[in-house]
């Protein structure tokens, strides 16, 4: 069961993420709360503005989990079976390598996929 203490922190300008962070709301029995990055204080969390920029974080009492492990840890707090075994098949190998790409090309063109709007683009590396 998720920690009153936990947060789920993504991208909010983005509309694929905001899409998907609300459908697991609906479907996870046991959700965090879950705040968009530009509405947080996230240095407070020990996070950088890359951070919150390229991945989905879970902050915990004593843990941060980012990309795929973030997602990996959400399933893994659920009481369902299914879902905490599904969470431990995210990180572990060979599937924990399946899911770090497939999170990286996700995040990479989420501008691309359904919902995704041009606001959902990676920011561009300062010169």
Do not use: K, N
Not at 12 to 23: E, I, L, N, P, Y
Not at 81 to 97: E, K
């Amino acid at each position: 069961m998720a920690q009153p203490t936990s947060l789920l922190v993504f991208d909010g300008d983005c509309a694929f993420c905001t899409t998907w962070v609300r459908r697991l709301e609906r479907v996870l029995p046991a959700f965090p709360e879950s705040q968009p990055s530009q509405w947080i204080d996230h240095e407070s969390l020990g996070l950088s503005h890359h951070d919150v920029t390229h991945y989905v974080w879970l902050v915990t009492d004593g843990e941060r989990f980012r990309g795929h492990a973030a997602v990996a840890a959400l399933l893994r707090r659920q009481r369902p079976a299914r879902w905490r075994f599904l969470g431990h098949l995210l990180v572990t190998p060979p599937f924990s390598w399946a899911a770090a790409v497939a999170y990286a090309l996700i995040a990479r063109f989420r501008h691309r996929l359904p919902g995704g709007t041009p606001a959902c683009a990676m920011p561009r590396p300062v010169a």
